[in-house]
């Protein structure tokens, strides 16, 4: 492991002060779990380290009724999937965070942590010059893509590894952020960004800006949600597809839905085409079967990984099918 | 950088480099060896400790950033001489084999056990699959945990 | 008791093993029964229990020596290329480096049978070494290597068997890319597929799978004067301490070979590593211990796989089910070193067919070298014969088990000799009762809805009788206590525990009287690697001689020290006593302690195996799936392994070897995989999360039968090895049973989702 100087600040305006300074060549460390990964393959060579676990106050759940929820960006990713309000209320967010790595690293893993954690693709995290790593080409693209992007891709073609973000766009959440003294609230959605517009990044955050909170607001009584993850063995896998969704209904129709997919895009993926037609849908089998067929009807899968728009269509089938004909 | 932390039940101090693991805190400079590496980068739970409580996985977590902490390695999970009941369990039910990644098995088992003292088989895996085995087939440490929730619960 | 010396002969795939051995000369009794015996059999805590769980357990990679340096191996990016040139000055500049070895400042020190170096300038494949540095820690080595210059002529590469064997491929060695063919024939194959009334013929694939145990490859040496002493993770004390001596130039016996506990092997730890020897010269050249550990990237990079297979299989039969002919037509990736590929053996020995054709070449390519793997060939044949048996089966309109009864042997297909014991007949009926073979899907595919359930089995053949020689020595001290010394290595498997077993109840003394040491080639009697499923079958017969004798010397002593003759003693729970004068008694310490020495010493050696038989491990296992058919997910619900293997040492540790098998088989079916960039000809998965291992929530139920006792025409203890024969069924009785719940057949090994998916797809 390359040698870097570590800091702790004792307040959010102390690191951000030190993050914002740009000579300072500096990384956040929250859970560690990702970034001592990364420095130990020699992914990032930053001087300094600036541990933010010393910070107080970024580390609570808190739900007010009618308001919504807010979680801390040092939360545990194991306090989120076992917080009582999260698995009552916000169940898909609590399924989400349990499908997480394992025990160990979801005990040291945050919130803030998971969401900007960096690819898993194989050609990122070995020796390879990829353009995720500002070389000239994505490996993947014509080679070994079983795990890849089926949608969104291009220059890179990684899948974003997150599963909390998935569940987090399903529940429409937004994102606290904090540069240098100041902070601003954006959309999940315009937290992640494309290849197409930075393949360096799969985020908005500056150079030091730090993610504070995560804020979610609140869902009608009675509104239902759940996350399916498929992975190739049981524990510690990423998604090779997973499936968000919340519902609320009302009688036997849907009111409002919002489904979003993960392991299928370089963001957490969600179609507002599908989400509008959920609308007041009278959701029997075969409307469920109407709609699956038509998600990701943008697909462009490379060679090895086709199974993931059949996999992806199916899952949808099975969550609303699960959330709105099994209740 | 000088840190104090309660290693086993006793305070101790340790100066530390910015990128020294707490893995090879506990291993090079207590010299307590149970504490295995298998994979570096928390992929296979031979390195699990507790700290504050809660397993973890000691490649993945950097000596200062234990500064005050409670650690509990495999060395303070016996009474001296004596093993704990989930060790004595692992022995009885045959749920070793090369024994590499016994310790944390047993470390994550402790973790599980303090939290929930009525596991069912679920919740056991869930709580454990953290933790890589190549050898036995993970059968008989399911069985070990079991047979020890039982006499923990009666020891009560 | 008289001993002779006899050539040792025994099979290992296509190689003709023999070696010089010390056997008693006479067959001796057999251990009594396990219902007559007090620990054999029964359910006896191990040995290292307390080490293992407590954490005193010292590995290789735990040993520190005092002064002790640290080695750290650089190995080649590219996976084809020659180095022009190496410059190490500013590593050796940085501050606690100690020294670098390279093919400039080293001697040639032949490898891989000779070709290839310790240090080559061609390097073929990612990971082949470069330079070895030692500094004073782990973590200075580690930056030194990234301060050694290397110019690299970069070659163009082959990494798939299709590409390195067509003829304009690039050329790995001077010969080629193609290593040993692997012919046979039996009767005339065309012959039999003329009398055939149908014929079947498919292919299959598997995958690269690699060793991957726990505890890294390590070595810490540390010289004496002119003598090394090399603590190693091995499973083979002997072979790593002739391995060692011989490319150092050493006399044998100035290399001591020390193993305690070791994290796993499987077949990856049979020989000496190249970081050995490296630490060895460095070790030299310093003066100090040097300890030497690969990290886990470089275990998915170097240090052995099971080969891949691309297996034509051909199966001619009456429409009885009859089998005329058979050939197996095969090939599959060695790595860039010699080793072997082959997967016939299971088609060619486990069925009674007169005509067979087998033609298995082994391939060179520019990747990490094979090595022998729990079951070598085996698990991927097997996996390939018994899907296709299954086709056969639904063709024929027989039932699986019915088409595999009609083609039962009891003879030796090969020697034409029978067998010691086969009782694969009744594991074929325990297994099928257990898992429930009625209730399988008679049509394949039937059932409908998301969730379909399936069940398949697949047999399973494997050597692993033993062999002599193999030595134990036995101690008695006149505290009453003994101690077993044999220079054989318990790698996890329970040898501690059984020879602690044996010894106990043929001496009759309390178990914990009883004390092991292995795995050191200074100070103990040679026993041969643990591999292969050999180690119980060739050590327990030698530790049962040596306490034979020790029973038979206490007797003889006894005698003099009662003066009574030794054909009226009686020998009882540690007692020796007068059948004629109950007042003439003596406990067998008190013996120890009357003889001038105060101990007792015998040796005690592996016998002869029998003329005229063949000597096999049998069993079948059965599996029950659910195959999601929306997600293409399939859930192992249960493994039933039926199994012949003799008689059982320890009931704790057979099953813990057998759940570790059908594991290890379930992870080879579903998930694990190497994976080679073709492009750049880079390995993919060098971490534990894209290299998958199943972990606990994979695991199904699984249930152990063993249908066999002793075979005493094996060897006076009757242990067949088990290590082996768990794991070979298993992908064979998953992939079967995953066919028995969706009705498509998938050829090709890991069943995943996107295979699953994609069948179906294009079947509906």
């Known amino acids: ?327 | 950088m000088k840190i104090k932390f309660t290693l086993n039940k006793k305070k101790v101090t340790a100066e530390v480099e910015s990128t020294e693991r707490l893995i090879d805190l506990l291993r090079n400079k207590f010299q307590l060896m149970g504490t295995k590496e298998g994979c570096s980068i928390g992929e296979c739970g031979a390195c699990t400790i507790l700290m504050d409580g809660k397993a973890v996985n000691s490649c993945l977590v950097l000596a200062e950033q234990i500064e005050g902490a409670e650690i509990i390695t495999i060395e303070g999970i016996a009474d001296g001489e004596q093993l704990h009941p989930i060790q004595e369990n692992f022995i009885k039910a045959g749920a070793i084999q090369c024994g590499f990644c016994t310790p944390g098995m047993v470390v994550s088992s402790y973790e599980l056990l303090n939290e929930n003292p009525e596991p069912n088989e679920e919740e056991i895996k869930e709580a454990i699959a953290g933790n890589l085995c190549r050898c036995t087939g993970y059968k008989q440490i399911i069985d070990a945990v079991k047979i020890s929730a039982e006499q923990l619960r009666d020891s009560k | 008791m008289s001993r002779k010396i006899i050539k040792s002969k025994y099979d290992l795939y296509e190689e003709k093993i023999e070696t010089i051995a010390e056997v008693p000369s006479e067959k001796e009794k057999p251990l009594a029964p396990n219902s007559k015996l007090k620990y054999v059999g029964k359910d006896v805590n191990r040995y290292d229990g307390y080490d293992k769980v407590s954490g005193s357990a010292i590995y290789t990679i735990d040993k520190v020596l005092p002064n002790m340096v640290f080695a750290r191996v650089m190995v080649s990016p590219h996976p084809h290329a020659k180095i022009k040139s190496i410059d190490v000055s500013k590593a050796l500049k940085l501050k606690g480096v100690l020294h670098i070895i390279t093919n400039e400042n080293t001697s040639e020190i032949p490898w891989y049978y000779n070709t290839s170096k310790l240090f080559d300038k061609h390097l073929r494949y990612q990971g082949d070494e470069v330079a070895c540095v030692a500094a004073e820690t782990e973590k200075i080595a580690e930056e030194a290597l990234s301060l050694i210059k290397v110019e690299y002529e970069i070659m163009p590469h082959v990494v798939t068997a299709e590409s390195a064997m067509k003829e304009n491929a690039p050329k790995i060695h001077n010969n080629g890319n193609f290593g040993r063919p692997s012919e046979y024939t039996r009767g005339n194959f065309d012959e039999g597929i003329k009398q055939a009334d149908v014929t079947i013929e498919d292919t299959f694939t598997t995958q690269v799978e690699v060793h991957n145990p726990t505890e890294v490859h390590c070595s810490v040496v540390n010289w004496d004067g002119g003598k090394l002493t090399v603590w190693d993770s091995t499973q083979s004390i002997f072979s790593v301490r002739d391995n060692v001596a011989q490319s150092l130039g050493l006399n044998a016996s100035d290399v001591r070979v020390v193993k305690k506990y070791m994290g796993g092997g499987f077949g990856s730890k049979l020989e000496a590593g190249k970081y050995t020897v490296m630490a060895a010269l460095l070790a030299k050249k310093i003066g100090r211990p040097v300890k030497a550990a690969m990290n886990r990237r470089e275990m998915n990079l170097s240090v052995g796989n099971r080969p891949d297979s691309n297996q034509t299989i051909t199966i001619g039969t009456k429409k009885d089910g009859t089998f005329t002919a058979m050939s197996h037509i095969a090939y599959g990736v060695m790595g860039a070193y010699p080793s072997g590929s082959s997967s016939y053996w299971p088609l060619r020995s486990i069925y009674k067919c007169p005509n067979i054709k087998i033609d298995n070449k082994s391939i060179y390519i520019n990747a990490g070298r094979a090595r022998p793997f729990r079951a070598p060939g085996h698990v991927q044949g097997t996996f390939a014969l018994e899907s296709i048996i299954d086709d056969l089966a639904l063709k024929l309109g027989m039932d699986p088990i019915e088409l595999r009864l009609k083609n039962y042997t009891e003879v030796d297909q090969d020697g034409d000799v029978p067998y010691t014991s086969k009782l694969l007949k009744e594991a074929y009926e325990k297994g099928a009762e257990e898992i429930g073979w009625k209730n399988r899907n008679k049509i394949p595919g039937s059932q409908t809805g998301e969730i379909k359930t399936g069940i398949g089995m697949a047999s399973q053949i494997w050597w692993g009788g033993g062999a002599p020689p193999s030595y134990a020595t036995l101690k008695l001290n006149s505290d009453g206590s003994a101690k077993i010394f044999s220079g054989t290595q318990d790698i996890g498997t329970g040898t501690y525990t059984f020879m602690q077993q044996i010894a106990a109840d043929v001496l009759e003394i309390p178990i914990d009287k009883v004390n092991v040491d292995l795995g050191d080639t200074g100070t103990m009697p040679y026993s041969g690697g643990s591999g292969g499923s050999m180690t119980a079958p060739s050590v327990s017969p030698a530790v049962y001689d040596a306490a034979i004798q020790m029973k038979q010397k206490l007797i003889s002593n006894a005698a003099a020290i009662l003066e009574v003759d030794e054909s009226n003693l009686i020998y009882s729970s540690g007692n020796i006593s007068s059948k004629n004068d109950s007042s003439k008694s003596i406990e067998i310490k008190d013996v120890v302690g009357k003889i001038h020495e105060r101990v007792l010493v015998t040796t005690g050696a592996r016998n002869e195996n029998p003329n005229g038989y063949a000597i096999n491990s049998f069993g079948a296992q059965f599996a029950k799936v659910e195959v999601d058919t929306m997600t293409g997910i399939v859930r192992v619900k249960k493994i039933v392994a039926a199994h012949d293997i003799g008689r059982v040492l320890n009931r704790k540790t057979l099953e813990n070897q057998f759940y570790g098998g059908v594991i290890m088989g379930l992870g080879y079916a579903l998930m694990e995989n190497r994976v080679i960039d073709d492009y750049t000809g880079k390995v993919l998965t060098t971490n534990l999360h894209d290299y998958k291992m199943p972990t606990m929530q994979d695991m199904p139920d699984i249930k152990v039968i063993i249908v066999s006792e002793e075979d005493n025409l094996i060897s006076p203890t009757g242990v067949k090895g088990i290590g082996e024969p768990a794991m070979i069924p298993t992908p064979g009785a998953i992939a079967n049973a995953v066919f028995n719940a969706i009705g498509v057949r998938i050829k090709s090994l890991p069943i995943t989702p996107d295979k699953i998916l994609e069948a179906l797809n294009s079947k509906s």
Request: overall charge neutral; aromatic content about 8%.
């Open chain 1, 1 to 327: 492991m390359k040698d870097f100087n570590y800091i702790q600040p004792d307040s959010l305006s102390q690191a951000g002060k030190y993050l914002s300074n740009r000579n300072n060549d500096a990384v956040i460390l929250s859970g560690g779990t990702d970034l001592l990964s990364l420095i130990k393959e020699n992914i990032y060579t930053n001087e300094n380290v600036v541990n933010l676990k010393t910070i107080p106050n970024l580390n609570n759940i808190k739900y007010k009724k009618g308001e919504g929820l807010t979680i801390g960006a040092l939360t545990k990713i194991s306090d989120v999937a076992e917080s009582k309000i999260i698995k009552e209320k916000f169940t898909v967010l609590a399924e989400a965070a349990k499908e997480i790595a394992s025990l160990q690293l979801r005990n040291m893993g945050t919130v803030g942590g998971n969401i900007c954690q960096r690819p898993r693709c194989w050609y990122y995290r070995e020796d390879f010059d990829c353009i995720k790593k500002g070389g000239g080409e994505c490996f993947a693209y014509q080679g070994e893509n079983k795990y890849h992007c089926i949608i969104g891709g291009g220059p890179c073609y990684i899948v974003h590894p997150s599963d909390l973000a998935v569940a987090l766009t399903a529940l429409d959440a937004k994102v606290k952020l904090f540069f240098d003294d100041s902070s601003r609230i954006i959309p999940i959605h315009e937290f992640f960004i494309l290849p197409e517009d930075d393949y360096l990044f799969e985020n908005i955050l500056r150079d030091g800006e730090i993610v504070t909170e995560i804020i979610i607001p609140d869902l009608p009584d009675g509104a239902k949600s759940s996350y399916i993850k498929i992975k190739e063995r049981e524990t510690w896998d990423f998604a090779v597809v997973s499936a968000a969704a919340v519902i609320s209904k009302k009688g036997s129709n849907i009111k409002s839905g919002k489904i979003a997919y993960g392991g299928v895009a370089p963001i957490p993926w969600t179609e507002e085409i599908i989400n509008k037609s959920l609308k007041n849908l009278n959701a029997d089998k075969n409307e469920i079967e109407k709609i699956s067929k038509i998600i990701l009807a943008d697909a462009e899968p490379l060679e090895k990984n086709k199974y993931k728009v059949i996999l992806a269509k199916n899952l949808v089938k099975r969550i609303l099918t699960n959330l709105v004909l099994d209740a």
